[in-house]
């Protein structure tokens, strides 16, 4: 995704969310964010190890939406051109690695490649 790609996304989303994530961080302040940040990711890591054990995907989904909401907020405090500059990179870097080993199948990890 290209920063002009990630800005229309974040457009796309609405007003309502980005003035709700300033208004958080206005409100609790950066640092507690980045900590919420942190216990955002850890619960959607655990909902993801528990998803890969066949234990169903809701809460992964919904631990999801928690992680979109706060990098909404890591994005303001970084700043837009850093932040999609470093998606821009992360991009590149998968591309890179996929037309590299040819093919990848990102659920092979699972068990018998089932998907969540």
């Known amino acids: 995704m290209t920063a002009a790609e990630l800005t229309e996304a974040v457009a796309l989303m609405g007003s309502k969310k980005m003035?709700?994530?300033?208004?958080?961080?206005?409100?609790?302040?950066?640092?507690?964010q980045l900590r919420k940040v942190q216990e955002e990711c850890a619960e959607?890591?655990?909902a993801?190890?528990?998803a890969a054990?066949?234990?169903g995907n809701a809460n992964m989904?919904?631990?999801?939406?928690?992680v979109w909401f706060m990098l909404l907020q890591l994005r303001e405090i970084i700043g837009h051109e850093r932040f999609a500059a470093s998606v821009d990179a992360?991009?590149?870097k998968a591309r890179a690695r996929l037309l590299a080993d040819?093919?990848?199948d990102a659920f092979a990890c699972?068990?018998?490649g089932r998907k969540p």
Do not use: F, M, V
């Open 19 to 32: 003035s709700t994530a300033r208004a958080a961080l206005d409100e609790w302040g950066h640092a507690a």
């Open 61 to 66: 989904i919904e631990e999801a939406g928690q």
């Open 102 to 104: 040819g093919e990848c």
């Open 90 to 92: 992360a991009t590149d």
């Open 48 to 50: 993801i190890n528990r």
């Open 44 to 46: 959607l890591i655990a």
């Open 110 to 112: 699972l068990p018998e």
């Open 53 to 55: 054990r066949g234990r």
